[in-house]
């Protein structure tokens, strides 16, 4: 369908001529064709370039970014292309919510600090806990419990000195057994108190005093970790507040050398750029570049079909502010950029153009990069524009003896104006330009090719 398309306007381009006749001169024959529209076929030098457009850019940019988190407001930039001293404001950024964050991080910060001290003084209470148990309670219950074993042994004693007073009274006849009995009775509870201290003196030593201790060095133990927990969380709230005061300062940036300031290319698909007052900016998004004017490159987009034919190292004229800079390709992408309606869904890959140093070039200028892709030498060639291709290839129309004759053609490679002929003519041979205007037999194989194309389209019509 494209092809009929294409032929429909040939045949337009054909019936041209017969629509004007009245105005415009008849259209030439075999006999009347005018010498200057058929061309000498020779031999020289064909070049095959490829041309495309593209812009200025620094290879070594300095980029200045955003150091501030989340979205951020641009109340004034520097304009683009501007020429900047050290220390000179490129950028600022709005802070009415870094001042809000920065007195909200203040007040957590002071809070915290007294939680801290508070959780210091929980802390030397628990130690001075152990201390005075060890060196006071455990002591003084250690002093009591060993005066009331004294004072039970003593009893005990008492007891037993009483019991061998009415044991030997009895055996006199002056006590009776019943009294001995009683006195039996007190040396046991005498020495059932004796044994009572005892334990209890053991407990204290072995048991209570280490259940005890277990329990207050606990106590110290998370009297400690909420120590360590509560100066954490103040020196997190100590850093966001030094953060968000840093990020202020961020808030209005500055140059750090002398340049030129640049905004960054935008998308394709955008319609703004990216960099002006009001728009919304995010952290490590660039905001402007500083580019190195004595590294400077055209990057270019070569079309998918052509794209073989292009490899680093190949030279590369760039025609920029009047004057021709010979370059060189430094690079080539080997993944295409994407296509969309942006690029008129045209697939190219970006191509890297080294330029040598040359005062007065700068970012953002444009350019025509005319890319030599091969050099023939002493090659046959023919113009393009004496060409027509078919279905069954490529042909031409040469002048022999006052006659028009087609001569069918294999072609090497071509240029913008010229083709490498192989096989079809010969040096000195008269090509006819335009035969599509100029050839009555050539306007008949166009409409030929037309009415070809239309069949499949009436088949399936039909």
Same mark, same amino acid.
């Given at each position: 369908?494209?092809?009929?398309?294409?032929?429909?306007?040939?045949?337009?381009?054909?019936?041209?001529?017969?629509?004007?006749?009245?105005?415009?001169?008849?259209?030439?024959?075999?006999?009347?064709?005018?010498?200057?529209?058929?061309?000498?076929?020779?031999?020289?030098?064909?070049?095959?370039?490829?041309?495309?457009?593209?812009?200025?850019?620094?290879?070594?940019?300095?980029?200045?970014?955003?150091?501030?988190?989340?979205?951020?407001?641009?109340?004034?930039?520097?304009?683009?292309?501007?020429?900047?001293?050290?220390?000179?404001?490129?950028?600022?950024?709005?802070?009415?919510?870094?001042?809000?964050?920065?007195?909200?991080?203040?007040?957590?910060?002071?809070?915290?600090?007294?939680?801290?001290?508070?959780?210091?003084?929980?802390?030397?209470?628990?130690?001075?806990?152990?201390?005075?148990?060890?060196?006071?309670?455990?002591?003084?219950?250690?002093?009591?419990?060993?005066?009331?074993?004294?004072?039970?042994?003593?009893?005990?004693?008492? @007891?037993?000195?009483?019991?061998?007073?009415?044991?030997?009274?009895?055996?006199?006849?002056?006590?009776?057994?019943?009294?001995?009995?009683?006195?039996?009775? @007190?040396?046991?509870?005498?020495?059932?108190?004796?044994?009572?201290?005892?334990?209890?003196?053991?407990?204290?030593?072995?048991?209570?005093?280490?259940?005890?201790? @277990?329990?207050?060095?606990?106590?110290?133990?998370?009297?400690?970790?909420?120590?360590?927990?509560?100066?954490?969380?103040?020196?997190?709230?100590?850093?966001?507040?030094?953060?968000?005061?840093?990020?202020?300062?961020?808030?209005?940036?500055?140059?750090?050398?002398?340049?030129?300031?640049?905004?960054?290319?935008?998308?394709?698909?955008?319609?703004?750029?990216?960099?002006?007052?009001?728009?919304?900016?995010?952290?490590? &998004?660039?905001?402007?570049?500083?580019?190195?004017?004595?590294?400077?490159?055209?990057?270019?987009?070569?079309?998918?079909?052509?794209?073989?034919?292009?490899?680093?190292?190949?030279?590369?004229?760039?025609?920029?502010?009047?004057?021709?800079?010979?370059?060189?390709?430094?690079?080539? @992408?080997?993944?295409?950029?994407?296509?969309?309606?942006?690029?008129?869904?045209?697939?190219?890959?970006?191509?890297?153009?080294?330029?040598?140093?040359?005062?007065?070039?700068?970012?953002?200028?444009?350019?025509?990069?005319?890319?030599?892709?091969?050099?023939?030498?002493?090659?046959?060639?023919?113009?393009?524009?004496?060409?027509?291709?078919?279905?069954?290839?490529?042909?031409?129309?040469?002048?022999?003896?006052?006659?028009?004759?087609?001569?069918?053609?294999?072609?090497?490679?071509?240029?913008?104006?010229?083709?490498?002929?192989?096989?079809?003519?010969?040096?000195?041979?008269?090509?006819?330009?335009?035969?599509?205007?100029?050839?009555?037999?050539?306007?008949?194989?166009?409409?030929?090719?037309?009415?070809?194309?239309? &069949?499949?389209?009436?088949?399936?019509?039909?």
């Amino acid at each position: 369908m494209k092809r009929f398309l294409l032929l429909l306007g040939l045949i337009a381009a054909i019936a041209i001529p017969s629509l004007t006749s009245g105005i415009l001169p008849s259209r030439v024959t075999e006999t009347t064709l005018d010498p200057a529209l058929t061309h000498t076929v020779t031999r020289g030098e064909l070049l095959v370039t490829i041309t495309e457009q593209g812009t200025l850019e620094s290879s070594n940019n300095t980029e200045v970014k955003c150091k501030v988190r989340g979205d951020n407001t641009i109340i004034w930039v520097v304009e683009n292309g501007a020429e900047v001293e050290p220390g000179d404001e490129l950028v600022r950024l709005d802070t009415l919510l870094i001042e809000e964050e920065i007195s909200e991080r203040t007040k957590f910060a002071h809070l915290a600090q007294a939680t801290v001290a508070r959780a210091q003084a929980d802390v030397a209470k628990a130690e001075l806990a152990i201390s005075e148990y060890l060196e006071g309670r455990f002591v003084s219950e250690l002093a009591s419990l060993r005066k009331e074993l004294a004072v039970a042994e003593s009893n005990l004693r008492s @007891a037993k000195n009483m019991l061998a007073y009415s044991s030997k009274m009895a055996d006199s006849g002056y006590k009776n057994q019943v009294d001995v009995e009683e006195k039996e009775f @007190a040396v046991s509870q005498a020495d059932l108190q004796v044994q009572l201290t005892n334990t209890k003196i053991d407990v204290l030593q072995q048991f209570a005093k280490e259940e005890e201790l @277990a329990t207050l060095r606990g106590n110290l133990n998370a009297a400690k970790a909420k120590l360590e927990a509560e100066e954490e969380r103040l020196r997190a709230d100590q850093h966001r507040k030094q953060r968000a005061e840093d990020e202020f300062g961020q808030c209005v940036v500055k140059a750090k050398r002398r340049g030129i300031v640049i905004y960054p290319t935008g998308e394709d698909w955008e319609d703004a750029p990216n960099i002006e007052e009001g728009a919304t900016v995010h952290k490590d &998004q660039v905001l402007l570049l500083m580019p190195d004017l004595t590294q400077m490159q055209v990057k270019v987009g070569i079309h998918e079909s052509v794209i073989d034919t292009v490899r680093p190292g190949m030279r590369a004229a760039v025609t920029v502010a009047g004057k021709t800079l010979e370059g060189e390709i430094a690079s080539v @992408a080997s993944v295409a950029k994407p296509a969309g309606w942006w690029t008129g869904n045209v697939v190219k890959y970006d191509t890297i153009i080294q330029l040598p140093n040359d005062i007065g070039l700068k970012p953002g200028m444009s350019v025509e990069v005319k890319i030599i892709t091969a050099q023939h030498e002493d090659i046959l060639k023919i113009p393009t524009s004496a060409i027509m291709e078919t279905h069954s290839g490529h042909i031409c129309w040469i002048r022999q003896d006052d006659q028009l004759v087609r001569r069918d053609l294999q072609l090497g490679d071509s240029s913008e104006l010229f083709a490498a002929v192989q096989v079809g003519l010969s040096a000195g041979d008269q090509v006819v330009i335009d035969p599509l205007a100029n050839v009555p037999e050539a306007q008949q194989i166009a409409t030929a090719m037309i009415e070809k194309s239309k &069949q499949p389209d009436a088949e399936q019509a039909e």
